[in-house]
């Protein structure tokens, strides 16, 4: 079974400037969480989506920050513009309506912000 | 008191050593705890469900103590191979909060 699928892997970008990540989550999950990771800090959740419904964007800054997950499948969080603050790795995970908790993640994009 | 909390190490252990990592959680209801592995520039994998008392695996042993709200992970024979950041996560609504890690390095 293929994992989470995500990419770019590694995104270097001057600040201000707009960026974007895809994810593909694991076939079947509903369920698909963006997070970020700083260095050294555990995963934060930036958004949860329950199909194609925004169901917890709390955490999501959302001046410059948006997510979307058209026809419930694959997803895309977008940064526009980008500051220094916002270099870290974003994260994407999936997990199936059955069993909510176990989630699974994909290798993440690296986003280095000059 | 930080919803999630892990000692950061790192811990240095010998290899076939025993060793043992705690993480206190604040939300007294949580009825389920994950440990995940992340390995250097890795994304976490999932390494252990905890929805009882406990779960064992292998050399991997997770335990539960509600009472004092926490919970641990045991490594039995460690391997060079278990060098690693354990990150101890506890639900929060639908999603995950995370500790910050623990890291743990065997040496030969």
């Known amino acids: 079974e293929a994992g989470v699928v995500q990419s770019p892997r590694y995104k270097i970008i001057e600040k201000k400037q707009p960026v974007a990540f895809w994810c593909n989550p694991i076939?079947?999950?509903?369920?698909l969480y963006w997070y970020r990771q700083n260095l050294g800090q555990g995963p934060e959740l930036l958004i949860r989506y329950e199909n194609e419904e925004a169901v917890d964007d709390s955490q999501l800054p959302k001046d410059r920050f948006s997510a979307e997950r058209l026809k419930g499948v694959d997803s895309t969080l977008k940064i526009q513009p980008a500051e220094l603050g916002d270099s870290a790795v974003y994260l994407c995970?999936?997990?199936?309506?059955?069993?909510?908790?176990?989630?699974?993640f994909g290798p993440g994009t690296r986003l280095t912000v000059t | 008191r930080k919803e999630v909390e892990q000692d950061p190490g790192p811990f240095n252990v010998p290899e076939g050593a025993t060793v043992a990592f705690n993480c206190t959680y604040s939300n007294s209801a949580s009825q389920s705890f994950f440990w995940y592995r992340q390995d250097c520039r890795k994304e976490p994998k999932l390494l252990m469900s905890v929805y009882s008392s406990g779960n064992e695996d292998g050399r991997f042993t997770a335990q539960l103590n509600r009472a004092s709200q926490y919970i641990s992970l045991l490594i039995r024979d460690s391997k060079l191979s278990d060098s690693a950041t354990y990150l101890c996560a506890v639900p929060s609504g639908y999603a995950l909060n995370f500790g910050k890690g623990t890291s743990l390095l065997v040496t030969p």
């Open positions: 076939s079947g999950h509903n369920t």
């Open positions: 995970a999936s997990s199936s309506q059955r069993v909510d908790y176990e989630q699974y």
